[in-house]
């Protein structure tokens, strides 16, 4: 049974910090990418941050560049969101994902900001005020 579960989700104020986590089972070695996105009411979804599981290759979105940190432990199947100097506009819905890198015909491959994600949490809240 494929499983992503976010925890760590809370209110803080602008300047402060939180700390995401994402509990995963089941999943497959094919599953080589990680995502956290994020959804604010009335915007689309949005990836904030990527890692891949085997290089541990990471990737982050202008947005939030230098400001959060992706990170996982492979042994025990989690990875975190380290999100420091947190601003209003980073109030949203945090989900994580799983999938696959984006593969071409010519055997090369895109990173894991552009892979195809079909395995979802339920998400988790983050309110900055």
């Known amino acids: 049974h494929v499983q992503l579960v976010e925890s760590g989700g809370g209110s803080v104020q602008a300047g402060g910090s939180l700390r995401l986590s994402c509990a ?4 497959s070695v094919s ?12 915007k689309e979804r949005e ?4 890692i891949h ?12 560049k230098g400001r959060f940190t992706i990170s996982q432990d492979n042994a025990k199947n989690m990875m975190y969101l ?8 980073d109030t949203a819905m945090y989900l994580c994902a799983a999938g696959k890198v984006l593969e071409f015909s010519d055997g090369s491959s895109a990173g894991c900001e552009r892979g195809v994600y079909k395995i979802w949490g339920q998400g988790t809240q983050v309110t900055v005020s």
């Open 24 to 27: 995963a089972s089941g999943l």
């Open 31 to 42: 599953s080589n990418c990680m995502g956290w996105f994020r959804q604010a009411p009335g």
């Open 47 to 50: 990836g904030v941050a990527h």
């Open 53 to 64: 599981r085997r290089d541990g290759i990471t990737h982050y979105s202008d947005s939030v």
């Open 82 to 89: 380290q999100m420091d100097s947190l601003e209003p506009e």
